[in-house]
């Protein structure tokens, strides 16, 4: 997808949020801003890189963009106020605390609600072609994972290690045997995993 030579000229934020469908833990969103015409061949969508290879792009994101940052929505905020807006929150305040004030957004996915006074482009599978959204994705996955371990220690019945507060079959076992802890969600519906329909 080809940028207009009005959007080109703009400083331009990339923004991706994660953990959107786990039953535990913050959703974090990240903003980032590259130089013009920047490059690196291993930048891509977060969730076709092995944790190693995420872990490995995250200082050379940091290091190499104009200005990034990451922001988190918590579990008691998300049941607040839902999901949707709760993601699109995270994606404000990343947006709000990024160095460099951004001029243009682009955003991984088909919706967003308007950040004040600046135009946006949803771009569908964004974090596959934009390097902006792709580092955003990388960052805003690998600051909640590593958030996710931090905790797990505190309930280890849950299985975070290993599932960072997605509903695996063992996690789902875990809630529906142990009940909720501080960190999920509580308005997330839990189903049992052994449950079939005829």
Same mark, same amino acid.
């Given at each position: 997808?080809?940028?207009? /030579?009005?959007?080109? $000229?703009?400083?331009?934020?990339?923004?991706?949020?994660?953990?959107?469908?786990?039953?535990?833990?913050?959703?974090?969103?990240?903003?980032?801003?590259?130089?013009?015409?920047?490059?690196?061949?291993?930048?891509?969508?977060?969730?076709?890189?092995?944790?190693?290879? &995420?872990?490995?792009?995250?200082?050379?994101?940091?290091?190499?963009?104009?200005?990034?940052?990451?922001?988190?929505?918590?579990?008691?905020?998300?049941?607040?106020?839902?999901?949707?807006?709760?993601?699109?929150?995270?994606?404000?305040?990343?947006?709000?605390?990024?160095?460099?004030?951004?001029?243009?957004?682009?955003?991984?996915?088909? &919706?967003?609600?308007?950040?004040?006074?600046?135009?946006?482009?949803?771009?569908?599978?964004?974090?596959?072609?934009? $390097?902006?959204?792709?580092?955003?994705?990388?960052?805003?996955? /690998?600051?909640?994972?590593?958030?996710?371990?931090?905790?797990?220690?505190?309930?280890?019945?849950?299985?975070?290690?290993?599932?960072?507060?997605?509903? /695996?079959?063992?996690?789902?076992?875990?809630?529906?045997?142990?009940?909720?802890?501080?960190?999920?969600?509580?308005?997330? &519906?839990?189903?049992?995993?052994?449950?079939?329909?005829?």
């Amino acid at each position: 997808m080809l940028l207009s /030579t009005f959007q080109d $000229l703009l400083v331009e934020a990339g923004c991706d949020e994660a953990g959107r469908g786990c039953l535990a833990g913050p959703v974090f969103a990240a903003a980032v801003i590259f130089p013009k015409n920047y490059h690196h061949e291993l930048l891509n969508d977060s969730k076709k890189l092995s944790e190693k290879k &995420r872990m490995a792009l995250r200082p050379i994101i940091e290091k190499e963009a104009l200005a990034y940052a990451v922001a988190s929505v918590s579990a008691e905020e998300i049941d607040k106020i839902n999901i949707h807006n709760a993601s699109y929150l995270a994606m404000h305040r990343a947006l709000d605390q990024l160095e460099i004030k951004a001029e243009y957004i682009i955003v991984d996915g088909n &919706r967003f609600i308007p950040y004040p006074d600046l135009a946006h482009t949803c771009i569908i599978k964004g974090d596959g072609k934009y $390097l902006s959204i792709a580092a955003a994705s990388i960052l805003a996955k /690998t600051y909640r994972d590593e958030y996710m371990m931090n905790i797990a220690a505190e309930y280890p019945t849950y299985d975070w290690l290993q599932n960072k507060g997605y509903p /695996t079959v063992k996690h789902r076992n875990a809630v529906l045997e142990h009940g909720l802890t501080p960190h999920h969600r509580k308005t997330f &519906r839990i189903t049992d995993p052994q449950l079939k329909l005829f």
